[in-house]
């Protein structure tokens, strides 16, 4: 099993950069391909981001690219999403997952607000 705690969220104006951290423990982090989703007030969850286990490749939604970067620490157990140029539709309840064949797990999710 994988416990995982977000943090890093908050209110912010639109042009504006946030870090969000997602702390993991309870297995072997370095075997996970990490990702970052948000829901937004009745919308579905949507990926934003993804890394695989080692770092080497990444995938992020349309709607983020070029604006966030998703990078990990495997030996601080740790993966950070930078989010920068911030608008009002990115808006949400952001959510740490990691995912390992058939299994996932999800954080508490930390909110997200932009907004002047």
């Known amino acids: 099993q994988v416990q995982l705690v977000e943090s890093g969220g908050g209110l912010v104006q639109p042009g504006g950069s946030l870090r969000l951290s997602c702390a993991a423990s309870?297995?072997?982090?370095?075997?996970?391909?990490m990702g970052w989703y948000r829901q937004a007030p009745g919308k579905q969850r949507e990926l934003v981001a993804r890394?695989?286990?080692?770092?080497?490749?990444?995938n992020y939604s349309d709607s983020v690219k070029g604006r966030f970067t998703i990078s990990r620490d495997n030996a601080e157990n740790m993966v950070s999403l930078q989010m920068n140029s911030l608008k009002s539709e990115d808006t949400a309840v952001y959510y740490c997952?990691?995912?390992?064949?058939?299994?996932?797990?999800w954080g508490q999710g930390t909110q997200v607000t932009v907004s002047s």
């Open positions: 890394i695989t286990s080692s770092g080497r490749s990444t």
């Open positions: 997952n990691a995912h390992l064949h058939l299994l996932d797990y």
């Open positions: 309870g297995s072997i982090f370095s075997t996970y391909t």
